[in-house]
């Protein structure tokens, strides 16, 4: 079975150092895996996705993601971070050949204090 | 850009009452997602369709049905709403190929009292 695990609920970061958003995931075949963020009162937002190819993908707002397949990681990653950063960040995997199902983390809530 | 539309940002109903949720996306895709968000729960799937009047049970279709009479149209229905059911219901959409990211609407927050 699918899952993925966001093993910390917060994350707090000053602006304009690095940030690190924790993510793994467990599938039976290859995953395709996607970082999602939701702004206050607002839907998921896409920021970017991995598929197959370069495991370091890059996606909206200059956040990035590693794909590491012998740790089943998938950790989001800005350099500097951003005031406006401050949200609600998800992960989410879908196995492969497993059709449309995408399963998504808990959530990890960003703050970035100025 | 994909524009994916829900009926109603806030919602209350009362114990009992049947509920439509319903949610527009532009963009012709073939599948529509029903989703509810519960803090430290994530995001967990109530119901998809495929197709026009196809659709599938996801991780927790009890209490729910939905409707896709139209490809651009899908319908979430509380038969009797109860108070277990406020949350914040999240409809998706993606076109053909599984390699697609979902797009979302902004949500309706559900209020059962």
């Known amino acids: 079975a699918q899952s993925v695990a966001q093993p910390e609920d917060q994350v707090n970061v000053a602006e304009g150092n690095p940030l690190t958003v924790k993510c793994t995931y467990s599938v039976s075949g290859n995953p395709y895996l996607f970082w999602y963020v939701q702004y206050p009162n607002r839907g998921l937002q896409f920021l970017l996705k991995?598929?197959?190819?370069?495991?370091l993908v890059k996606g909206s707002y200059g956040f990035e993601a590693e794909f590491n397949k012998s740790q089943t990681s998938f950790h989001l990653k800005k350099p500097s971070a951003l005031v406006s950063d401050s949200a609600l960040y998800f992960c989410?995997?879908?196995?492969?050949?497993?059709?449309?199902?995408?399963?998504f983390g808990a959530g990890t809530r960003l703050f970035v204090k100025a | 850009d994909v524009k994916v539309t829900q009926s109603s940002r806030y919602l209350v109903k009362r114990t009992g009452e049947k509920v439509f949720l319903e949610c527009v996306q532009d963009?012709?895709?073939?599948?529509m997602f029903w989703y509810r968000q519960d803090p430290g729960l994530g995001l967990r799937l109530i119901y998809f369709?495929?197709?026009?009047?196809?659709?599938e049970k996801g991780d927790i279709p009890e209490g729910y049905s939905v409707s896709r009479e139209k490809k651009e149209r899908f319908s979430l229905i509380l038969e009797s709403a109860s108070t277990n059911q406020t949350s914040m219901y999240l409809c998706?959409?993606?076109?053909?190929?599984?390699?697609?990211?979902?797009?979302f609407g902004p949500g309706t927050r559900l209020t059962v009292t």
């Open positions: 963009m012709d895709h073939e599948n």
């Open positions: 991995y598929i197959t190819g370069d495991n």
């Open positions: 998706a959409s993606t076109g053909t190929g599984e390699l697609g990211e979902q797009y």
């Open positions: 369709s495929y197709d026009v009047k196809m659709k």
């Open positions: 989410a995997v879908r196995e492969g050949t497993g059709g449309f199902k995408t399963i």
